[in-house]
């Protein structure tokens, strides 16, 4: 069956650095499109980051651009997630998603249709991120 296992959450200072990390399992990783989104305390989900199946391309909220860097490593059916110049409001939950097959979609993958959060049929069980001082 599909899993996804989110680890590497944990507290960091403002200003600095965690790396969070996904293992994939029971489907074709390089075959999907994977994001990383957040749910922060009392907010609603948010999509942070996203990267094509070959991981040539990256997709970023401008809540995090500049600040995040999403990779993936298909040998290893994980997708990363370096956060640095961590702030207060980056505190959350931090999941990452499968988006659906590629073939149930028209048009580009861009930033607005990575966003739809309707888009992904799995989710892994979260990592908390605190940020404070």
């Known amino acids: 069956q599909v899993q996804l296992m989110e680890s590497g959450g944990g507290l960091a200072q403002p200003g600095g650095s965690l790396s969070l990390s996904c293992a994939a399992s029971?489907?074709?990783?390089?075959?999907?499109?994977m994001s990383w989104a957040r749910q922060a305390p009392g907010k609603g989900l948010e999509w942070v980051s996203g990267?094509?199946?070959?991981?040539?391309?990256?997709y970023y909220a401008d809540s995090v651009k500049g600040r995040f860097t999403i990779t993936r490593d298909n040998a290893k059916n994980t997708v990363y997630l370096q956060m640095n110049s961590l702030k207060p409001e980056d505190t959350a939950l931090y999941y990452c998603?499968?988006?659906?097959?590629?073939?149930?979609?028209?048009?580009?993958?861009?930033?607005?249709?990575?966003?739809?959060?309707?888009?992904?049929?799995?989710w892994g069980q979260g990592t908390q991120v605190t940020v404070s001082s």
């Open positions: 998603a499968r988006r659906k097959g590629e073939a149930r979609f028209k048009g580009p993958l861009t930033r607005a249709t990575l966003r739809n959060i309707n888009d992904y049929d799995y």
């Open positions: 029971g489907f074709t990783f390089s075959s999907y499109v």
């Open positions: 990267i094509y199946r070959d991981g040539t391309t990256t």
